[in-house]
């Protein structure tokens, strides 16, 4: 018998500390806080192993940026966050980073009949956020692509006449 209460006393700890992950994980998905986290901003100097690059979206339709700089061989920390107020089904944004073998125009017009607007195939999407509404935010880390310049944009329908940029890979 006190065998098996030993048992259940580990097992709640170990449920204890599963369920402290799990919050832990969550919270780097959080919604409306990347105020606050402007501590993490920019750090995409050459030289450092991981470049944090943050891309905001809002309610017009907008990136904050049409350009973004990292470094050959850097893990890229990329928080999107939709700074709008507008839900999803509206005005949701992505970040689709494309590959160079494919035009904006070709991709954003074949994703719109994928699921979450997103081509399923490494050899033409590179990297991608989910699809975020108004007061939520993302991130995702990617290794940086060779050395080069590639196309990002929101992957909404209609949306990439307006949202797109450059990704640049810098040596
Ligand atoms: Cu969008």
Redesign the pocket.
């Known amino acids: 018998m006190k065998m098996i209460k030993k048992c259940s006393y580990g097992v709640r700890i170990v449920f204890g500390l599963l369920l402290l992950a799990f919050m832990v994980s969550c919270s780097n998905d959080s919604q409306g806080d990347y105020a606050g986290d402007n501590a993490l901003l920019e750090t995409n100097h050459p030289g450092l192993d991981t470049a944090q690059i943050i891309l905001e979206?809002n309610d017009k339709?907008q990136f904050d940026k049409d350009e973004i700089v990292v470094y050959g061989g850097q893990t890229v920390v990329l928080r999107l966050a939709h700074v709008g107020t507008m839900p999803l089904a509206s005005m949701?944004?992505n970040f689709v980073l494309l590959s160079n073998s494919i035009s904006v125009a070709d991709y954003a017009k074949r994703a719109m009949n994928e699921k979450d607007y997103i081509i399923d195939d490494p050899k033409q999407t590179i990297a991608f956020t989910r699809m975020l509404g108004g007061g939520e935010s993302s991130e995702i880390v990617f290794n940086a692509p060779e050395i080069g310049t590639y196309n990002f944009i929101?992957s909404?329908p209609g949306?990439y006449s307006m949202?797109k940029g450059k990704f640049i890979v810098k040596q």
């Open positions: 979206s339709m949701g944004h929101c909404f949306h949202m």
